[in-house]
């Protein structure tokens, strides 16, 4: 989720996210505002009718509570053919001819003034007395509308034209013309319609209409540039965030590889110092410490299992001259060669050790004294019989043994057992070299 929101923010489409959202919000504001316009339209428009209504209603009531007006009988104001009324007609003094005005007459005068102009009235009825009224189809409609609903008004725009009807109602004033029609106080006679072109309601709100896009517009603009600004600067933050966790990132890395060395190197050290704590360094034999602790060890395990164990004592001979005629790292190749030999020669179960010097034990367990003497000759032969190779130099080696068994003297100790292989090793040296010699009682003195 939040590694595709990362996505989303990096992508190239991103810096329209702003353009769109702000579109929509912007949009929609805009068409609840020109909405908002349009009614404001039309309720302005709906006021200017009912303005014209109530100001033909109160010159029609003005006329009615003078019961009609004298106007001077002429070609445009003739007699009145349907008020029927005495002294319809009658003559000044002065002898002016004068004809009676009565509210539909004079009405229907103001409207023929008002015809052809931008705001006309219409005084007209379901049941007319002047056939000349006649309600057009609309008029028809919003008459029949007033009756049955009570409304006060009918508004609606029809042919890019502004209708308003409200109804009229008989009173007092209405009843010497109208109540032979059957009509009592308070029915519904008709209605007055007032009618003017939609594009004087327009002319009313295209102003603010226009002022509402520009704002809309300007609106729209400011916050799209401010959220794609925010966008970037958010695009930045996070790959400055994401480069210092990346630096962090290859410095716990970095860091992790050094300690895996160090780790590695001192483990690799100690061991080091665990091969070096058993063993002789330059030959890879066990050492001294390690190989009298293994005597005893199995010297211990051979006395509680009632078994044998042999020890041999094996020394260079003449090493001193090997060291002096080639050096002495010629010699501590022979060395190495002599172990490897020895190694080859014996058993899992036993032991080489380097006691010193050129010296070495063999430790052999289980093994009778008869057995341990044909394995040193086994040693003896395998160093003499084959020269040793160090190099381009070919050198003769032997070496003299010194064997000694448990199974002579089960309670003998340690250093007595290694002690006695010392001798007979001293007396294999006395007595020619390149020798086995076995301990018996007699060497003790
Ligand atoms: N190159 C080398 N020489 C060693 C090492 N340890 C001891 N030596 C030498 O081994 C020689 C042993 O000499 P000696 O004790 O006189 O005995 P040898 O010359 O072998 O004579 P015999 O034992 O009597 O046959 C000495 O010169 C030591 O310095 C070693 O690790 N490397």
């Known amino acids: 989720m939040r590694d595709r929101l990362l996505w989303l923010i990096h992508s190239p489409f991103a810096l329209l996210f702003p353009i769109l959202f702000w579109a929509l919000v912007v949009g929609l504001a805009y068409y609840r505002n020109d909405r908002t316009l349009q009614h ?27 019961g009609g007006v004298y106007a001077p009988l002429t070609e445009q104001t003739p007699e009145n053919p349907w008020l029927e009324i005495p002294e319809k007609t009658i003559t000044s003094p002065e002898g002016v001819v004068l004809t009676k005005l009565n509210p539909a007459y004079m009405t229907r005068q103001i409207a023929e003034l008002l015809e052809g102009g931008r705001l006309e009235i219409h005084l007209t009825s379901h049941t007319l007395m ?14 029949t509308q007033l009756e049955e609903s009570g409304d006060a008004s009918v508004v ?63 609106t729209f603009v400011l916050l799209s540039v401010t959220g794609m600004i925010a966008l970037t600067g958010l695009r930045r933050l996070l790959r400055s965030l994401q480069r210092e966790r990346d630096d962090r990132e290859s410095i716990i890395v970095d860091r992790t590889a050094n300690l ?12 080091t110092l665990t091969y070096l704590a058993h063993h002789d360094e330059l030959t890879g034999a066990r050492n001294r410490r390690w190989i009298l602790a293994q005597l005893g060890y199995l010297k211990q395990e051979a006395e509680q299992c009632s078994g044998t164990l042999a020890v041999l004592m094996l020394d260079i001979d003449y090493f001193k001259h090997i060291n002096d005629r080639y050096g002495h790292q010629k010699g501590d190749e022979v060395l190495v060669t002599f172990v490897s030999r020895l190694q080859s020669e014996l058993r899992q179960s036993d032991q080489l050790g380097r006691y010193g010097g050129e010296e070495f034990l063999v430790l052999l367990p289980d093994t009778s004294q008869s057995d341990a003497e044909k394995i040193a000759q086994r040693l003896r032969r395998a160093i003499a019989d084959t020269p ?39 007396l294999a040296k006395q007595t020619g070299r390149n020798r086995v010699v076995c301990w018996n009682d007699e060497m003790a003195h």
């Open 156 to 218: 609606e725009i029809v042919d890019d034209r502004f209708r308003y009807m409200a109804p009229l109602h008989i009173d007092q004033s209405c009843m010497p013309c109208h109540a032979k029609m059957g009509y009592e106080i308070g029915d519904m006679r008709g209605g007055l319609s007032v009618s003017f072109p939609v594009s004087y309601a327009q002319r009313l709100t295209t102003g603010l209409r226009r002022d509402s896009i520009l704002t809309h517009l300007v």
């Open 260 to 271: 895996n060395k160090e780790i590695k190197r001192h483990r690799r050290s100690q061991e």
């Open 388 to 426: 040793f190779q160090i190099n381009d130099e070919v050198l003769d080696v032997t070496t003299s043994i010194g064997l000694a068994c448990l199974e002579v003297d089960a309670s003998l100790g340690q250093d007595e057992l290694v002690g006695r292989a010392d001798v007979a090793l001293y």
């Open 130 to 143: 002047n056939p000349n009224n006649q309600a057009d189809p609309w008029e028809k409609r919003a008459l």
């Open 40 to 66: 404001a339209g039309f309720d302005l428009a709906k006021q200017r009718g009912e303005v014209a209504f109530q100001l033909i209603q109160t010159m029609r009531h003005w006329n009615a509570i003078h």
